[in-house]
């Protein structure tokens, strides 16, 4: 079925007033969405390409240093390639790992992540925080982006239990950045 246009709408039928020539894709397959969340080992280096992509749609990563004397090393999966592309078929995490020109081996950060237990849910959520030593924050955004939710955690609990009761039914992502990292997981909330 219809999934999407090359520009990423989702309208179909859809209305275009043309100023020039235009070149439209219809792209047509699986419509499940899925989220690719992009970290880095450090705060001397950022990660593009992260967001959410359609089932088959192909991700195009950059692993981009901060600072002169920092360099990218490889992904958390060993590909050294940068970029890189990607072709999505679930939700997929990726770290990219700086070091310091000169300097033998990874920089290693604090590991951090989180689960979403039950996913999909109806009534509440456990968001359970692994390797949570410093200040972060959680928040859930709706499939259009808008934060509908938002916490501070400080790495004294574990877990965080989520009253789903004010949300809709439908596709939210629950975000959780740290001052090193950014990771996403695609929450649904069943009726």
Known sequence: RFTHWNDGDTNNPRQIRLMHDTLFTAYFGNAEQHTVSVSSNTTLGHV?????????????LKAVPEVINYTFVRWNDSVTDN??????????????YFKRKGVEGI????????????????EKVTIVLDGMKQRARLSMHDMKGREV??????????ERE??????????????????RSTEVRRLVVGE
Do not use: C, H, M, Q
């Not at 593009?48 to 195009?60: F, H, K, L, V």
């Not at 890189?84 to 939700?91: A, F, G, H, L, N």
């Not at 939710?149 to 574990?158: H, I, L, M, Q």
């Open 48 to 60: 593009e390409g992260g967001g959410i992509y359609y089932y088959g749609d192909t991700a195009t």
């Open 83 to 96: 970029p890189r592309k990607v072709v999505i078929r679930s939700d997929t995490a990726f770290t990219a």
């Open 107 to 122: 920089e290693e950060a604090e590991a951090v992540g989180f689960t979403l237990v039950p996913n999909p849910a109806r």
């Open 149 to 158: 939710w938002g916490s501070v955690v400080t790495g004294e609990r574990d």
């Open 162 to 179: 989520l009253d789903l009761a004010p949300y809709a039914p439908g596709v939210y992502f629950v975000t959780l950045t740290t001052e």
